[in-house]
């Protein structure tokens, strides 16, 4: 249980004094007497590794030093006969470093005098049960109308930001839990390139691939897996994964094993016959240039506001040389012309959750990278087949005016505004080269931002095309 008591010391030192509530997740009914695969709650798990449903963790932090108490589910014989066993009270205190345990059942009744004496309350809002529980129970525990009981000093706070604070930087633990989900999801992808053929469906080379993560101690996937043969790979969220592979086409798949509850992320893209084709080839060693220089970029103090800025630039590059866009470099960044083909940010935090928490600003700047956060590359190469000629807007669009004006105008009225804009706008019609449409590439790899530079956690996924030939082929 090292991992979560690091969390719990690091948690008290920012507290100083105050109260932390939260609560695990709970099973959710599917129908007919069958639930859905329970996962505990992050933010719960981050500070109790506590496995169960139906459990509060109130952690009382005195002159920076915590104190858990765990409500847990009671055992109970005939229950455990139907649900799996418990661990009960005595498990709480035994074996997870509670300082004293309670019936689920009692919370209620407990919590105002746990609360006592605490005029720092900080809750989890982002947790389902927190309006099931706290609202109720806090409401006589801590007035909010203040009109003086025992309680009547104390405010709640929100701990989402201090958690997310504490989430975005990994201890060592937390590091080798992450390096040992992204060992197991390399060694799936390597399988899913030896095994894809044509004619098999996404779904098989997908159950091929997750039996390699579960059968190296995967206990789910971080996510459900995106097996995308052809065309299917310009859409960013494919997973039904039930088409038949083409002879010739390439095939996308982003998938990963979740282990000790940390999620790996990966994305390799490579031909399902074994060799790229020409235009193929062209395409991904665009997409490839790109990823490799944002690995590069992912170094203490830069930002990923700047790793996605220099993304912007390169692709854009790309996009001129693949004579995907109609103007130069600078148009087709100024212009957004980029963005028909690369549509969603360059990573995203990477944890216990496969978006993990974490902003990406600190007062309104975006924030530097720090030793210890981990976080992915992922730029990629969409070409809709739907789209052989497009009509691109010739009107300069800054992203940071755009989202300026989101904030100010509120969504709807800014985003309404946006498309009257672009309406409005003249255009350049331009079309797309027939050999490339349809062509979908992404590359993602998970990366540890360290004092001495980025540590890529999943670079023996083969990736270059010599790489990814030798294993295809
Ligand atoms: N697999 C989800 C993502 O790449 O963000
Ligand atoms: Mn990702
Ligand atoms: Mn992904």
């Given at each position: ?195 894809a053929n044509a004619g098999m ?28 043969g ?14 038949q592979l083409d002879e010739g086409s390439?095939l ?20 399902v016959s074994g ?199």
């Amino acid at each position: 249980m090292g991992n979560s008591k690091i969390a719990r010391e690091n948690l008290a030192k920012q507290i100083k004094n105050g109260a932390v509530i939260l609560h695990s997740g709970s099973i959710v009914y599917r129908n007919n007497d069958t639930w859905y695969p329970f996962r505990q709650d992050s933010n719960f798990y981050y500070l109790t590794e506590w496995p169960e449903p139906d459990a509060h963790a109130v952690i009382l932090i005195k002159d920076s030093e915590p104190e858990l108490h765990l409500f847990v589910q009671d055992r109970n014989e005939e229950m455990e006969t139907w649900e799996g066993k418990r661990l009960g009270q005595s498990g709480a205190v035994d074996d997870y470093e509670a300082l004293k345990a309670y019936s689920f059942q009692d919370y209620e009744k407990i919590l105002p005098n746990l609360l006592r004496g605490f005029n720092d309350i900080y809750c989890d809002y982002s947790s389902n049960n927190f309006e099931k529980y706290d609202k109720k129970v806090l409401t006589h525990a801590v007035p909010y109308d203040q009109r003086g009981t025992d309680f009547s000093n104390a405010t709640l706070y929100s701990l989402q930001p201090l958690i997310s604070e504490l989430r975005l930087i990994k201890s060592d633990g937390e590091i080798e839990l992450l390096t040992k989900a992204c060992d197991i999801t390399v060694e799936g992808h390597i399988h899913a390139m030896k095994t894809a053929n044509a004619g098999m469906y996404e779904y098989q080379v997908g159950a091929e691939m997750e039996r390699i993560f579960y059968d190296r101690g995967a206990e789910r996937l971080g996510y459900p897996s995106i097996v995308a043969g052809g065309h299917n790979a310009c859409i960013l969220h494919y997973s039904t994964n039930r088409d038949q592979l083409d002879e010739g086409s390439l095939l996308l798949i982003d998938a990963a094993a979740e282990y000790g509850m940390y999620s790996s992320d990966v994305t390799r893209t490579f031909p399902v016959s074994g060799k790229f084709t020409s235009p193929q080839k062209d395409v991904y060693e665009e997409v490839l240039k790109v990823q490799n220089e944002g690995i590069e970029g992912v170094v203490v103090g830069n930002s990923m506001k700047e790793v996605h800025q220099q993304t912007i630039k390169t692709l854009s590059e790309s996009l001129v040389n693949l004579k995907l866009v109609p103007l130069g470099v600078e148009e087709t960044i100024s212009m957004m012309h980029f963005f028909e083909f690369f549509m969603h940010g360059t990573g995203h935090w990477l944890g216990l959750d496969v978006h993990d928490a974490g902003s990406n600003e600190v007062n309104g700047q975006p924030r530097a990278f720090e030793h210890g956060m981990v976080t992915t590359i992922e730029p990629g190469i969409y070409v809709r087949p739907t789209k052989p000629v497009i009509e691109f807007p010739l009107l300069e669009r800054d992203p940071n005016e755009i989202r300026e004006r989101r904030k100010i105008m509120g969504m709807e009225k800014a985003t309404k505004l946006e498309k009257e804009e672009m309406m409005n706008a003249k255009t350049v019609k331009h079309e797309i080269p027939k050999d490339l449409l349809g062509i979908g590439v992404r590359i993602e790899d998970d990366i540890v931002c360290t004092n001495n530079g980025p540590m890529n956690l999943t670079e023996n996924a083969p990736k270059t095309i010599e790489e990814i030939e030798a294993v295809t082929a």
